[in-house]
């Protein structure tokens, strides 16, 4: 049976819903559990600004690999991209998916570090996308220091594949400033 209206093809998906929700009250929520709402997801709130008044003023060594996972989402001031950025300490992380790697651009290169993993120029059967790879730059956050960073991405041509400039990032956190900008340019994209 077709549905007339709109409303009337909701209807099975409503109750399918709620069946799900029954069963998995019912198993405990052990084997079902209902999906996320699309506006739940799209409802969570931005990250919070970065505040020089939360960064600790005394140095302290660099995060280890596994200390990140309690480092604090911070949002980008200006700027908008698919990259996250996190504050631990008086450290600054910035994560970009699908990228080939980062590099420091302008400032003090003591306690930076940069990386990537996995491959972002492969095909992902799974999520029908290109790549899954993630370069990561660690900065360390002090008042009187600014940097500059870029991430380089893949860029698929006719004549085959090669790099090319991607995010910049602008760190700036000058003497008499209350708190550090993070600031993002995003060229814009060219290739397949």
């Not at 001031?77 to 992380?93: F, I, N, P, Q, S």
């Not at 930076?112 to 290109?130: C, H, L």
Request: glycine share 10%; hydrophobic share 40%; with cysteine.
């Amino acid at each position: 049976m077709k549905p007339s209206r709109a409303r009337d093809a909701l209807v099975p998906t409503a109750l399918g819903l709620a069946a799900i929700v029954v069963l998995a009250q019912s198993s405990g929520g052990r084997a079902f559990a209902a999906p996320a709402s699309s506006a739940s997801v799209a409802a969570l709130p931005p990250p919070p600004a970065l505040v020089g008044a939360d960064i600790p003023k005394d140095a302290s060594p660099a995060p280890k690999a596994g200390e990140w996972k309690d480092g604090v989402p911070v949002a980008i001031t200006r700027g908008t991209t698919d990259c996250h950025a996190k504050r631990l300490r008086e450290w600054l992380r910035i994560e970009c998916p699908e990228r080939l790697g980062v590099s420091l651009i302008a400032g003090d290169p003591k306690g930076v570090q940069t990386w990537m993993s996995g491959d972002p120029t492969k095909w992902d059967e799974a999520t029908g996308r290109q790549g899954h790879g993630v370069a990561l730059i660690d900065l360390p956050l002090r008042r009187g220091q600014s940097f500059i960073a870029t991430f380089l991405r893949p860029v698929f041509l006719y004549e085959g594949a090669t790099f090319g400039e991607d995010a910049t990032f602008q760190i700036v956190w000058h003497d008499g400033w209350a708190d550090p900008v993070i600031v993002v340019t995003t060229p814009p994209r060219s290739g397949f």
